[in-house]
């Protein structure tokens, strides 16, 4: 199933973004619009059925109206949105090749309360990506119990 | 499924998740508090697809209300249905519309809005197939890699 939401990444570098984030994550690039200067207009990487959108600060300004957009490295590593990428196998390992190309570690593999093993991770220019990979399949009562918390599938009242 | 899966960051939690199913359409999937009845997590759908909801939970995260409404990525939706509607929709539950639904040359009819914390999205209907030769036809000097 191809997701209807497409997380769309803003970045002072976008050229650099792409190849870090092919080398560190594992991401390919699957569509490059540049312009007469060789300027990232648009570009969408792929990864399994997963698809992202990368761009640059301001860079998409006509398309966009009058949005701010603007890299975590031009906002003192803040962001407004993260992103959890889903992983069938090998998280340890993922995160170990992402760690070697620079990728800043915020929190190691550990397995939640919900059945997943997850990592954090900080790419070059300070977006955060939450890997998980499920363990075990879990009942809400289940998770409940081994967390203390409510878990509910409804709006709260 | 591989796949990606954004997570949007709000002040008011709680408030966004009702605007999100008001304007969006987006139903509750999982919602999490702790003892004291406080917000933990939340993930809403469209169709199968998931999104998270979140509260400013590190340092590393804050709503677009505390930056002046900069954002460092925004979410686009792909619509099965009328984005027009979608939009009127959105429009009437508050959302303030940064662009109004139009047919772009690369073959979709998109709109784009802001919502009540500040956070852009865009969202978009597939209206035409437009083959990579028509799209370069239509907007002379872009040069486009891995079209299909």
Redesign the interface.
């Known amino acids: 199933m191809v997701s209807p939401f497409t997380p769309c990444v803003f970045y002072r570098d976008p050229m650099a973004a792409l190849r870090w984030l092919e080398a560190a994550f594992g991401f390919e690039t699957s569509l490059l619009v540049t312009d007469d200067s060789g300027r990232v207009g648009h570009a969408e990487m792929s990864f399994g059925e997963g698809r992202i959108g990368v761009g640059e600060e301001w860079g998409a300004e006509g398309l966009l109206g009058p949005a701010k957009m603007r890299s975590p490295a031009s906002l003192d590593c803040v962001g407004t949105q993260f992103i959890r990428v889903a992983l069938e196998r090998g998280i340890d390992d993922h995160c170990a090749k992402a760690e070697a190309a620079g990728a800043r570690i915020t929190q190691r593999p550990a397995d939640q309360f919900y059945g997943a093993r997850v990592y954090r991770a900080l790419d070059l220019e300070g977006h955060v990506w939450c890997f998980d990979q499920p363990i075990e399949d879990l009942s809400l009562a289940d998770m409940e119990k081994a967390s203390g918390l409510t878990i509910t599938e409804r709006l709260p009242a | 499924?591989?796949?990606?899966?954004?997570?949007?960051?709000y002040q008011d939690p709680?408030a966004a998740?009702?605007w999100l199913?008001d304007a969006f359409g987006l139903e509750?999937?999982?919602?999490?508090?702790?003892?004291a009845?406080g917000f933990?997590h939340c993930q809403m759908r469209?169709?199968?697809?998931?999104?998270?909801v979140g509260e400013e939970w590190a340092?590393?995260?804050?709503?677009?209300l505390q930056?002046?409404?900069?954002?460092?990525?925004?979410?686009?939706?792909?619509?099965?249905g009328d984005v027009d509607a979608h939009c009127e929709r959105a429009r009437a539950a508050g959302a303030v519309i940064?662009?109004e639904p139009e047919t772009q040359f690369y073959g979709d009819r998109t709109y784009?809005c802001?919502d009540l914390e500040g956070?852009?999205w865009?969202v978009s209907q597939s209206v035409e197939d437009v083959s990579r030769e028509q799209a370069l036809d239509r907007v002379p000097?872009?040069?486009?890699?891995?079209?299909?």
């Open positions: 499924m591989a796949g990606f899966q954004p997570s949007v960051i709680k998740m009702r199913q509750v999937v999982i919602y999490i508090e702790d003892a009845g933990v469209l169709g199968e697809a998931l999104i998270s340092e590393e995260f804050k709503s677009p930056l002046g409404g900069k954002n460092t990525q925004l979410t686009s939706i792909t619509l099965d940064v662009a784009r802001r956070h852009h865009s000097g872009l040069k486009i890699t891995g079209w299909v």
